[in-house]
């Protein structure tokens, strides 16, 4: 059985195209991989680029309601797109070494939670988050073995994105303080998930990102073929 591990960070951090090279890389050395995303390519995952995030259609109907209820609504959203997803890595798991996936759990919280300035508010969703993300991975017995969190200041993520055809991936006009809060989620994350998250700094060159996480991957997996075969 092999293992799944997340890629995590802000828009412009280099995420996608470390992706890119990492999957070659692997499977160079031999290893089977797979790559996933959320939002997922079903219909829902679908409905959720172009509805919610507006990536590849009208977002009106969600940018119609107010910020707390289009936040909730989103989360749920998410949330049912992942449930689905789940079952459909823990099927695919016996017949690859390791599952990749383009975001997860730690960005519907790192997101969802930047959109408000109710910090009571704000609290209440970010635990109702957590213990939503907790019940699916529960309910399946599901594990993430490892999260790179690709780490890099807001100002100079926004610098990359200002060079981007398609803008911010459905969060076109955001300021920088929304980007600092959704860093600020993603750090958050990782002291409460020491063990799981692995900070990389995102502000080298890809091919430098892409051997750090190497390095540590090809333990885990290794780790896990010794595991297997005692």
């Not at 090279?21 to 499977?27: G, Y």
């Not at 949330?79 to 690859?96: G, N, P, Q, Y």
């Not at 907790?134 to 200002?162: C, G, H, M, Q, W």
Request: proline fraction near 2%; aromatic fraction near 8%; include cysteine.
């Amino acid at each position: 059985m092999g293992i799944f591990i997340t890629l995590e960070g802000i828009d412009g951090s280099g995420k996608t195209t470390a992706l890119k090279l990492l999957c070659s890389d692997l499977a160079k050395d031999g290893y089977r991989v797979l790559q996933t995303k959320e939002p997922t390519e079903t219909l829902l995952g679908k409905f959720i680029r172009n509805t919610v995030l507006g990536t590849g259609g009208d977002a009106s109907f969600m940018k119609s309601m107010d910020i707390k209820t289009s936040a909730l609504a989103a989360l749920f959203l998410f949330s049912a797109d992942r449930t689905a997803h789940v079952d459909e890595i823990i099927a695919k798991l016996d017949s690859f070494d390791i599952i990749i996936c383009d975001r997860f759990i730690d960005s519907t919280y790192a997101y969802q939670t930047a959109n408000s300035d109710d910090a009571e508010g704000t609290r209440d969703l970010k635990e109702f988050i957590l213990t939503i993300n907790e019940f699916i991975l529960n309910r399946r017995s599901f594990n993430i073995a490892r999260t790179y969190l690709l780490d890099l200041e807001p100002k100079v993520a926004l610098s990359r994105l200002s060079g981007r055809v398609h803008g911010f991936d459905g969060f076109d006009g955001r300021s920088p303080d929304f980007f600092n809060a959704v860093r600020e989620g993603y750090l958050y994350l990782s002291v409460r998930h020491k063990d799981r998250i692995k900070i990389i700094d995102a502000s080298g060159p890809s091919e430098n990102i892409v051997m750090e996480i190497l390095k540590d991957l090809k333990g885990l997996v290794d780790e896990k073929i010794a595991s297997t075969n005692e």
